[in-house]
């Protein structure tokens, strides 16, 4: 965990404030208890589309990449028109290394209406994707002049 170091009154350098240090555990401790609660809630209603959201989006940034990718297969069932779902599920197939699925689901939600362009260009998760010519060619397709 990246922690800043030139916080004003922090005289020791070496050791980051205590809180900074505490502020992480909370925001952890946050997230953990989130994803417990929420999959409680998926247990009694696993068709429950904002807690899937929610869940998946908890796991990706936990580096829980599998088990995001199948909450989010759910929801591009659940909600097959919704952009930022194809979306979401085209991450979890790129960080996965699952190009080809992750191209698909990209085009799909491009076909449902997603528009982030700056979000397309910038997300660390399509890093894989955005080094294929494929890429390009899928915004041109939709009408993105990169």
């Known amino acids: 965990m990246g922690l800043s170091h030139d916080r004003a ?3 020791s350098p070496d050791r980051p404030g205590r809180e900074l240090t505490t502020r992480g555990f ?5 997230r953990e208890f989130e994803i417990d609660f929420l999959t409680g809630v998926l247990e009694r209603d696993p068709y429950f589309p904002e807690a899937i959201r929610v ?11 599998s088990r995001a990718l199948q909450l989010d297969r759910r929801l ?21 290394g699952m190009l080809e699925p992750a191209f698909s689901a990209l085009q799909k939600s491009l076909e449902q209406g997603y528009r982030f362009l700056e979000r ?13 010519p494929r890429f390009i060619r899928l915004l041109r ?3 993105f002049f990169v």
């Open 55 to 65: 869940l998946a989006n908890h796991l990706a940034a936990k580096g829980e990449y």
């Open 141 to 143: 397709r939709f009408e």
């Open 120 to 132: 397309l260009k910038q997300d660390p998760d399509l890093k894989s994707l955005r080094r294929d």
């Open 26 to 30: 909370r925001e952890q401790s946050q």
């Open 9 to 11: 009154g922090d005289s």
């Open 76 to 96: 591009v069932r659940l909600l097959p028109e919704d952009g930022i779902a194809w979306y979401n599920l085209s991450c979890s197939y790129a960080v996965l």
